[in-house]
C-alpha cells in the first residue's frame, strides 16, 4: 500500500545500523559528535554478548539488552526480527515468532512499540511485507542501493541511497550538497551498514568524514528513519 507522509523538510540525512554490536558504542559517539540520527535495529531474541561471530579475524559481539535505551537516547530503536532470520518462506505463525515477538520485546524493554524494521539478508517477500504492515510496522529498510534521494513510494520497501562502503560515497555526499530540495519535492539521503565492518576494514575515518561533510547544515534536516519517513 502507498503511504503519503507530510513532509516537514526539504533535504534530510538519516542512517541506519544493524545488529546492536558492540562497535555502536563508537558509532554514537561519532554520530552524537556531529549531530547525526540513526536507527539501530536490534535482534532481541538473540541481543547477548555471548552472541558472537568472527570476520577476517575480527572477533565481533552484540550487546547485552541492559543499557541500550540510555545508549542509543535521542536515536530510534527498530525491529531486525527475533533470531535475524531470512523470510524467505516463512510461514504465518514463524512471522509472528520472528516479528511480533520482537516488536513487542523492544516494546517491554525501551517503552516503544517499534514502526520500522531492517529486513534480515535484505529479504522481502510480498507476504511478509504484508504481515508486518498488519502489525503496525510502517517502513522496512532493504539492502538495495538507489544512488538516488528520492523518497519511496511505499516506506515499507525503502531502498538506501548507499551503503557506508559504497565507491560512491562521497561523490553521492557531494551531490546531495548541491541539490536544493524543495517542499514538494524533498531528498533523503539514506545511509546504512554495520558497525563492525569499520573494525574488519579499519576505515573508522569513513563515516566521521561523511559526518563531518553532512553536519552544521542549515538547509539539512537530521533525524532517525522515523522521523524522516513518518
Excluded at 529479504?123 to 538495495?144: F, K, W
Aim: proline content about 3%.
Amino acid at each position: 500500500m502507498k503511504t503519503t507522509p507530510k513532509i516537514h523538510y526539504k533535504k534530510a540525512v538519516t542512517f541506519s545500523y544493524d545488529d546492536g554490536i558492540s562497535q555502536d558504542k563508537r558509532l554514537v559517539e561519532i554520530f552524537n559528535k556531529y549531530g547525526m540520527k540513526c536507527t539501530f535495529n536490534l535482534n532481541t531474541g538473540i541481543q547477548t554478548s555471548k552472541n558472537t561471530f568472527e570476520i577476517e579475524g575480527v572477533h565481533i559481539s552484540r550487546m547485552d539488552q541492559e543499557g541500550l535505551d540510555e545508549l542509543y537516547k535521542g536515536h530510534e530503536i527498530a525491529s531486525h526480527g527475533l533470531t535475524h532470520s531470512g523470510l524467505n518462506g516463512l510461514s504465518r505463525e514463524e512471522l509472528e515468532k520472528e516479528f511480533l515477538t520482537d516488536a513487542q520485546n523492544i516494546e517491554r524493554l525501551y517503552g516503544k512499540y517499534p514502526v520500522g524494521m531492517a529486513y534480515a539478508y535484505g529479504d522481502h517477500p510480498q507476504e511478509a511485507v504484508d504481515y508486518l504492515e498488519s502489525i503496525g510496522i510502517r517502513y522496512g529498510r532493504t539492502v538495495e542501493s538507489t544512488h538516488g534521494f528520492e523518497l519511496p513510494d511505499n516506506p515499507l520497501l525503502l531502498n538506501p541511497t548507499c551503503h557506508h562502503n559504497d565507491e560512491k560515497l562521497f561523490e553521492l555526499a557531494e551531490e546531495f550538497l548541491q541539490l536544493e530540495g524543495s517542499e514538494e519535492n524533498p531528498r533523503l539521503f539514506y545511509i546504512w551498514g554495520h558497525s563492525y565492518e569499520f573494525t574488519v576494514n579499519n576505515n573508522w575515518e569513513r563515516i566521521e568524514k561523511l559526518c563531518q561533510m553532512l553536519s552544521g547544515r542549515d538547509d539539512i534536516f537530521y533525524g532517525t528513519n522515523a522521523e524522516c519517513l513518518l
